[in-house]
């Protein structure tokens, strides 16, 4: 079915999964604060949250599996790259909220208005994986934003979550100023929000020397570079990850990073595709630039929150190599590898969750030593959970897949990016020294004496880890399946016309 | 025989059979552990090993038919299977075998029951995990010399890594983490290389379209000049075989990993694991790129880093005072025989590379279960702890007397007839090469024979040494030895049906690599620069 999204009502109906979500959002908004906070009303709503999430889930399979398309000039688009963005960004808020509902109880956190909160920036990150107007990516941004500001300063007993809290506040605000300054320029230089517009009047009228183009592209790239984290805009990330709840650290991690990236490939490859002269090296050097930091900053961390964080600095590196390659394989390697790289964290965050010791102190690694011999299976999904970080075959998964993904993009693309490639994969070189010191904690040391055995863990967490790791494994031996969404989900090929005079790199032979 | 292994479709199914036995071995110990829940006690040992063994003896048995079943002479690949995968990326699983790769399968089905009841009694804890992770390795190890799919040939070579990680990592020595970490970040940066030149030849043998991953498609396309940057993707590919021989000077973290590693993780390295680099050379990076591999250049950067290690090799060894590590270092000697006979170039030299690499598997794997049963009867390895063993125990001082003999390559044993025909055969086209190869042999019998001269030999002074009285090989011991015994006479003696074996591949290999050398598909190569 053809959406005509100029249209307000078809509009409404492009709109919904989205509706369903906010709108039952809202609902339980009211719900939650209809009685006091207690333990049982914040499972409860918890639980009706991630019912609603799995209704929208099936809208947004419905949708896809009817083969819904729109015109690209509209404000939305309706595409299999949104419906996998949805999905990845939706099972993400499912995970955090199972995980979340246990965590709280833990924690002494009774709010349930947290769970709803989950769903409105969830609703954010759709609409940003829908927007193809640069006006609906910035609500986008300020939906997902604000909800995520909330959450991560949900434990009010907790300094260092207030730190975190404040901290991302800060940075955000001052990020999203870059971000709306550049679409005022890019506005100003374009005359249009709408993303295949801009790319008309950028081939049209040669803008692609424009500087005030220039400036605006490079001021929209360092607002996103902060919102996924990209060195040298990361400065907030390690504070915030590690001081947020543990189920917060990884929907940020994973979805609000999976979103902003959905919006940045998309307004990259079809916007400014045709200025990628413009902005390639400055993408080219984010991306090493990202990929060496974090990886080699993550060495030195003790405390495992601060090391998953630097790593995922480092797989906002990989995912910045998808920019970079430009091509349609590489928008169908970044929804691969978004899917992957959630699954992997939300199985290592449900573990660090049990692992956490009440309080405020911090998780460190050695807290996991000798894991092994006294909860051998938890200690297994974790080692899974590191080599499918590590993209490592086999006992990683889907994983080594996803990284496989990248690194095929990235050689097939027409830029010339077999240097990158290698940097990628050096780069993964040392990440084997933290993720493996993860294992070798947990499996070649023995258990200390007068260790705290970790407590029994709860339902909905034991599903998190088992689900994961069980889908790692998976489809890290039969990936052709999610391959072949992968593969049908991505932008298609960009027509390019060498007769405009644009010059793009030769392929590589 | 033949007849009757056609009959039961041998061919059709022994390769996935092999690969998949033993990871259903590894399954049922899962399952069998959390059936019974591991008390870590005697009864959890005996059952799991029992479960180990009898898996790896069924796989040896099986895998026996292959010496019959496949049709050496055969310029196609014997007991083919390819199946769909990936389809979207061109990767497929893609099993066969030719007259080399049929002999290293050999090795290692042959091996494994060997490797286990050398660790029978030494590892007590855990040993669910510990031999679950034996049989992984293992279906690791089979698939590497099997895969003619690229793809799958990288998660093989990479399937291998972990389950050895842990081995030396959890029941190693006093330095395993140090050791394990070592092995793991060395081998992990050359197959990482490795893996974007698979992705790269896989991309530029697709030619725009899907990837083409399988064997056949690539050497085509590798020969036919449709490949660019072959300079950059033989490196790739060199670095990570030659981190695995390993190769001087890349060999460092042999000795580690070999000191450190339990007697079954040594055997294992030693025997089987170091042949996937040679292998890897001898299926991959020379038959792939030819034009580079035979380079004048290249050429000799290789074989002086081969017959540097021979040398380096022999001379560490010589003033090792750790026995394992003595052992560890004849191995990178004994490597460097292998790629010396490699990129020698010649049948000859390519068959006796072949040979020294079965037949160093045979010995040195015999050497390490030696020091193990030594090891857990005295708790040193170190050479002067020991002195006049063989008063004490006669049939240990028997075995190890000849074994090393073999190492030596004294004349009727097996590593005689591997490095013969390596001399002889490099002899024709690389006279210098060889002329400083052929002096380790004076090296080979100084180290080893001075080792076993102060631990059988020499007066029984120490009381340590005396209390070995009557601690003997036991039957499990010598059942084990005599095995490794008749491979070495064996192949000592009348190693002709081994040289027909490999003869036809070793052939092909090097009428292949000369022809793409001589002929005008170096323009290819030309056109790169």
Redesign the interface.
């Known amino acids: 079915m053809t959406y005509d999204v100029l249209i307000p009502s078809r509009l409404m109906a492009a709109l919904l999964p989205d509706l369903i979500l906010m709108v039952g959002g809202m609902v339980l908004m009211l719900f939650s604060a209809w009685r006091r906070d207690s333990a049982e009303h914040q499972r409860s709503v918890g639980l009706a949250a991630m019912a609603l999430i799995v209704v929208t889930i099936g809208a947004v399979v419905w949708m896809a599996m009817g083969g819904a398309t729109a015109p690209t000039n509209g404000p939305i688009a309706v595409d299999g790259f949104r419906w996998v963005t949805d999905i990845v960004v939706l099972l993400a808020a499912l995970a955090t909220i199972a995980l979340a509902v246990e965590y709280n109880a833990r924690h002494g956190i009774s709010h349930p208005e947290s769970h709803v909160l989950v769903l409105f920036g969830t609703a954010g990150m759709m609409i940003l994986a829908a927007g193809r107007d640069l006006m609906v990516v910035f609500l986008g941004i300020e939906i997902m934003s604000v909800a995520v500001y909330v959450l991560t300063g949900l434990n009010r007993r907790s300094a260092r979550a207030a730190e975190a809290s404040l901290k991302y506040f800060l940075l955000g605000a001052f990020a999203t100023g870059f971000l709306l300054y550049g679409i005022a320029l890019v506005y100003g230089a374009t005359g249009t929000t709408q993303f295949t517009e801009i790319s008309t009047a950028i081939r049209e009228y040669n803008l692609h020397e424009h500087p005030m183009l220039w400036v605006g592209i490079g001021l929209m790239l360092i607002g996103l570079g902060f919102k996924v984290a990209a060195v040298p805009f990361h400065m907030w990330a390690p504070d915030v990850y590690d001081g947020s709840p543990t189920p917060t650290s990884a929907f940020m991690i994973a979805a609000v990073k999976a979103a902003a990236f959905a919006t940045f490939l998309r307004l990259w490859y079809e916007g400014f595709y045709y200025t990628s002269t413009v902005w390639h090296s400055a993408v080219w050097w984010l991306a090493a630039i990202t990929m060496v930091v974090g990886n080699v900053v993550a060495l030195a961390q003790g405390n495992i929150k601060r090391m998953l964080a630097y790593s995922s600095i480092a797989h906002a590196g990989y995912l910045l190599v998808t920019v970079a390659s430009a091509n349609g394989a590489g928008t169908s390697a970044f929804l691969f590898y978004i899917f992957a790289y959630t699954l992997a964290t939300f199985g290592a965050f449900a573990v660090i969750g049990v692992l956490e010791h009440g309080g405020d102190r911090p998780a460190m690694i050695w807290d996991y030593e000798g894991l092994w011999h006294t909860r ?1 299976w938890l200690a297994s999904a974790m080692a899974v959970f590191m ?1 499918a970080l590590l993209g ?4 990683g998964g889907i994983g ?1 897949f996803a990284k ?1 993904y990248v ?2 993009a990235a ?2 693309s027409p830029q010339m990016l ?1 240097s990158l ?2 940097i990628l ?2 780069t ?2 040392v990440s ?2 933290y993720y ?1 010191q993860v294992v ?1 904690v947990m ?2 040391k023995q258990r200390p004496e007068g260790a705290v055995e970790p407590p029994a863990i709860g339902a909905f967490t034991r599903a998190v880890i088992g689900v994961t790791a069980v889908l790692i494994l998976g489809f890290g031996l ?3 399946q999610l ?2 969404v992968g ?1 049908g989900s991505g932008m298609p090929q960009y027509p390019f016309s060498p007769a405009l005079g644009i010059k793009v790199p030769a392929p ?2 | 025989m033949t007849a009757f292994l056609d009959s039961i479709g041998f061919n059709g199914w022994i390769l996935p059979a092999l690969l998949l036995l033993p990871m259903a071995g590894a399954l049922a110990l899962l399952v069998q552990r959390s059936m019974s829940g ?1 008390t870590g006690d005697e009864a959890a040992m005996r059952s799991s090993r029992t479960i180990a063994l009898w898996v790896f003896i069924a796989e040896a048995v099986l895998s026996l038919g292959l010496w019959w079943s496949v049709d050496v002479g055969s310029a196609d690949w014997q007991a083919y299977i390819d199946l769909e ?5 061109g990767a497929r699983f893609t099993v066969g075998l030719d007259g080399i790769s049929m002999v290293l399968v050999l090795l290692t089905t042959l091996l494994m029951p060997l490797a286990v009841l050398g660790g029978w009694t030494a590892i007590r804890e855990r040993t669910h ?1 510990y031999y679950a992770l034996l049989l992984v390795l293992t279906s690791g190890m089979l698939g590497v010399f099997m895969a003619l799919d690229l793809v799958f040939f ?2 093989m070579w ?2 291998m ?2 389950p050895m ?2 081995i030396i ?2 029941w190693g020595g006093q330095r ?2 140090y050791a ?2 070592k092995f ?2 060395y081998t ?2 050359g197959s ?2 490795m ?2 030149a698979v ?2 030849l ?3 043998t697709g030619n725009g379209g899907p ?1 083409v991953f399988a064997y056949d498609a690539i050497l085509n396309a590798t020969r036919t000049g449709q490949v ?2 072959s300079f950059w993707l033989f490196g790739a590919f060199a670095m990570a075989f030659a981190v695995k021989v390993p190769m001087f000077p890349f060999h460092t973290w042999l000795p580690d990993a070999h000191v450190e590693a339990p007697t079954a993780g040594s055997v294992i390295l030693a025997a089987i694991m170091l042949k996937m680099g040679t292998f890897g050379f001898m299926r991959f990076a020379v038959p792939l790129f030819p034009d580079v591999a035979m380079h004048p250049t290249v050429r000799t950067l290789m074989l002086v880093l081969a017959v540097v290690g021979i040398i380096y090799g022999a001379l560490m060894a010589l003033v090792q005072p750790d026995f394992k590590k003595l052992v560890a270092y004849s191995s990178v000697s004994h490597l460097g025989f292998v790629m010396l006979g490699i990129f020698a170039m010649t049948v000859e030299a390519m068959q006796g590379a072949m040979v020294v690499t079965v037949s160093h598997g045979i010995s040195t794997g015999a050497l390490f279960l030696l020091i193990g049963m030594l090891y857990e009867r005295r708790h040193t390895r170190l050479l002067d702890d020991f002195g006049g063993i063989a008063k004490v125990m006669p049939v240990f001082a028997f075995f190890l007397t000849v074994v090393a003999l073999s190492s030596i390559g004294l004349p009727g044993t097996n590593g005689f007839v591997g490095e013969f025909l390596v001399l002889v055969g490099s002899f024709p086209t690389q006279p210098y090469y060889a002329l400083v190869a052929v002096t380790v042999v004076i090296f080979a019998a100084a180290y080893l024979l001075w080792a076993i001269q102060r631990i059988i030999y020499q007066p029984l002074v120490k009381p340590e040494n005396e209390a070995l009285r009557g601690m003997d090989l036991n039957a499990r011991e010598i059942g084990l030895m005599v095995p490794l015994l008749v491979g070495i006479l064996w192949l000592g003696l009348y190693p002709k049906p081994f040289l027909e074996k490999t003869a036809a591949a070793s052939e092909r290999l090097v009428q292949m690599t000369e022809s793409a050398h001589t002929s005008p598909l170096r323009a290819s190569l030309q056109r790169d620069r």
């Open positions: 051998p080599l490592f075959p086999f006992f080594f496989w690194l095929q050689l097939a077999a490639a290698v994969v050096l993964s070189l084997a020294g493996l070798r499996f070649m039969f990936p052709s391959v072949r593969e590589l032979r | 591991d995968w990936i389809p979207q990326w995990a990288y998660l990479e399937l890594l972990v990680y842990l990592g959890i395993r983490l394990s970490l793991f970040i992990f940066l990482l290389l893996l974007v992705i790269w896989g991309l530029e990837p660019s940057g």
